[in-house]
Nanobody, 119 residues
């Protein structure tokens, strides 16, 4: 059974940092592009950042450029999201998403981890 398990969320003050992790099991992780999405309270889920299966290319939402960094370790089946200079508007549930590189219809979601930015 495929599982994506996120961790690292929590409560942080504005200007602080968090690092999210998403560990995948039961997939050949290096064959999957990985993304982080977030869903702020009362809003639709939206893409935050993504990274190709080999880690050679990344993409970011304009709202997080220069503050967030996505990375992956294929040996550990893990994708990371380093979040710096956090703002209250970054408050959301953050989920990871895996998409098979040869067929986008094969994809998986994690359950999410809550990030709250508040003083």
């Amino acid at each position: 059974q495929v599982q994506l398990v996120e961790s690292g969320g929590g409560l942080v003050q504005p200007g602080g940092s968090l690092r999210l992790s998403c560990v995948a099991s039961s997939i050949t992780f290096s064959n999957y592009a990985m993304s982080w999405y977030h869903q702020p309270p009362g809003k639709e889920r939206e893409l935050v950042a993504d990274i190709t299966y080999d880690g050679n290319s990344t993409n970011y939402a304009d709202s997080v450029k220069g503050r967030f960094t996505i990375s992956r370790d294929n040996a550990k089946n893990t994708v990371y999201l380093q979040m710096n200079s956090l703002k209250p508007e970054d408050t959301a549930v953050y989920c990871c998403h895996a998409v098979y590189r040869l067929r986008v219809s094969i994809n998986y979601w994690g359950q999410g981890t809550q990030v709250t930015v508040s003083s």
